[in-house]
Nanobody, 127 residues
Framework: QVQLVESGGGLVQAGGSLRLSCAAS????????MGWFRQAPGKEREFVAG????????PYTDSVKGRFTISRDNAKNTVYLQMASLKPEDTAIYYC????????????????????WGQGTQVTVSS
């Protein structure tokens, strides 16, 4: 059983930056594909970014390409989401998730691919 704890959310002005962290425990972190999702009020949970077990493959949703960077440190059991040039439409609860089964790929954009989820961290971008 893997436990995931996100941190780093907060209130930031448009154009600003934040770095989210997700610390994992209870499992072998390097064996998991990791993903970041977000959910805004009244909307479905959407894929933001994913990262392969070794960190070499990192798909992003189109709306964050060039602004967000996902990375992982397998020695620290942590995955990060560096967010820059933030926009009000980035406002959401951000969740990290761990997939023990699949390789990184198209299915990684679906919440159904993931076995474990964190509790989420709120990101609010003011205009």
């Amino acid at each position: 059983q893997v436990q995931l704890v996100e941190s780093g959310g907060g209130l930031v002005q448009a154009g600003g930056s934040l770095r989210l962290s997700c610390a994992a425990s209870g499992g072998t972190f390097r064996n998991y594909v990791m993903g970041w999702f977000r959910q805004a009020p009244g909307k479905e949970r959407e894929f933001v970014a994913g990262i392969s077990r070794g960190g070499g493959t990192t798909p992003y949703t189109d709306s964050v390409k060039g602004r967000f960077t996902i990375s992982r440190d397998n020695a620290k059991n942590t995955v990060y989401l560096q967010m820059a040039s933030l926009k009000p439409e980035d406002t959401a609860i951000y969740y990290c998730a761990a997939d023990r089964t699949h390789n990184i790929g198209d299915y990684s954009t679906s919440p159904r691919a993931y076995d474990y989820w964190g509790q989420g961290t709120q990101v609010t971008v003011s205009s």
